[in-house]
């Protein structure tokens, strides 16, 4: 077994969580591109504590197997400076929904370049909660729950509500847990720049939460609504 894992090549990866295992071994849960989320065993050394980087590039050497895949060294390929604020938050936040979410072992290279793409906005210090919105609708879309626009096309109404398992339906009312017709099209136009469709897109990810997790809540997301919104507007 050792010799075949040192005979692994390095991938590139991020780490999405880490959680203790026995008394001096770590399980570390990695995002690549070729496999998707990793859930890897390795021993618990000070060097890879050292190099175990949140949003940082990380190059491992693995051995991916289907259950627990094995970790043999890792090193920084490219450093990401620590987020802060606000925006470190939303880092963790996106982690945890690519946790609870994601199943280990599936290829998403769809899901790799966004997590980067997202990373780089809040390094940037761009509007955190126009890229969480756009991560979370990505995220719904990879996870097979992408909305059924073509119920635009078929209905005049201007309100719809979503059904995780019917999807969009239309609607004679206007509750505000329902979605007008403009924030639809502006979500099926990757559109992020309207409040009214931040507001809507927050909704529809919400009940897709609660239909999928259950009464299990997003820790982060306690953070979050706090703090976001009036970040945002003082820095404006």
Known sequence: ?????NKQPFIDAFLIHKKPYLESKVIVYLLTEAHGLIAAM??????KKNHLSTFSTLSCQLL???NFSQLKKIEIKTFQA???GTHLFAGLYINELIYRFCETNQSQPELYACYIESIQQLSQQQPIEKTIRRFEFHLQELLGYGLNYECLIDNTNDWFYFDPEQGLKPSLSTQKRHIHRSHLENLRNNNFDDPGTLSSSKKIFALLTGHILGKNQIFTKNILPKTETQTEHSER
């Open 1 to 5: 077994m050792q010799q075949k894992l």
């Open 82 to 84: 620590p987020l802060q």
């Open 42 to 47: 390795t021993h618990w050394s000070q060097s």
């Open 64 to 66: 991916v197997k289907p």
